[in-house]
């Protein structure tokens, strides 16, 4: 073998090397809560209420565990690299409920520290999304128009109504990893045409609303979706 074909021997084996661990991190990795609705702040919600989680990486349904007092029957999703739950059933109006979410290891929250379990302690209101949502935003409509039309989601992309980090907008491409270095490589790519296609996407919604999302403070989740 000519010291040409090494090198690029070398140089692809040590590319493969670094994608597989870039994909092992991916679904390895210590869980980390970057955002979580409900938040802390909250006390109140809709006796038909969703929560999501921002996370640091994806984490499959199935490996979260949802539980409540009085008792409801939970419907968890991933959607990216974050978690959504929502329920079978209303839940009673004007009830307190204690919520508790695990992913069956201690995770990473907003403050550094880690937990077990995270718990939500609320009371339902005799009010749907919609009505809790038209109260609260209400006042933000004529600053802020794109707030009347969210929260917005799609197969490609979710825009959720602003909080005071600005717009996070979550862009649902999924990167699953195999044993095949050459396959894999391939879906790395793929994962990425996808990222910018669904960011364009986002940005080209917003702007049918006639608002320019150059003017909006916008995060974006995953947090490669910054440079796609």
């Known amino acids: 073998m000519t010291k040409t074909k090494k090198i690029i021997v070398i140089s692809i084996a040590l590319f493969c090397a670094i994608l597989l661990a870039a994909i092992l991190y991916e679904w390895l990795a210590p869980i980390k809560i970057l955002r979580s609705y409900p938040d802390s702040t909250t006390k109140t919600i809709s006796f038909q209420p969703y929560f999501m989680l921002e996370l640091n990486r994806n984490v499959q349904a199935r490996s979260v565990s949802v539980s409540c007092t009085p008792l409801c029957k939970p419907i968890v999703r991933q959607k990216g690299k974050a978690i959504d739950i929502t329920f079978r059933e209303d839940l009673q109006k004007n009830q307190d409920y204690v919520f508790m979410l695990a992913f069956g290891k201690p995770v ?15 009371r339902t209101t005799d009010l749907t999304i919609e009505q809790m949502e038209d109260t609260n ?3 933000l409509i004529e600053t802020d128009p794109l707030v009347q039309y969210l929260p917005f989601e799609n197969d490609h992309f979710i825009i959720s109504i602003p909080d005071n980090d600005g717009y996070l907008i979550t862009l649902l ?7 095949d270095p050459d396959a894999d490589l391939i879906k790395e790519q793929n994962y990425r045409q996808e990222l910018k296609q669904f960011k364009q996407e986002a940005l080209d919604w917003i702007w049918s609303k006639n608002i320019d999302p150059a003017k909006l403070q916008i995060r974006w989740s ?3 979706a910054e440079e796609a």
């Not at 990473?108 to 609320?122: A, F, N, P, V």
């Not at 491409?173 to 044993?179: E, P």
């Open 173 to 179: 491409a999924i990167l699953n990893g195999s044993s």
């Open 222 to 224: 995953p947090e490669e």
């Open 108 to 122: 990473t929250i907003q403050d550094g520290s880690k937990i077990d379990k995270i718990s939500w302690r609320l």
């Open 137 to 139: 935003l209400s006042g």
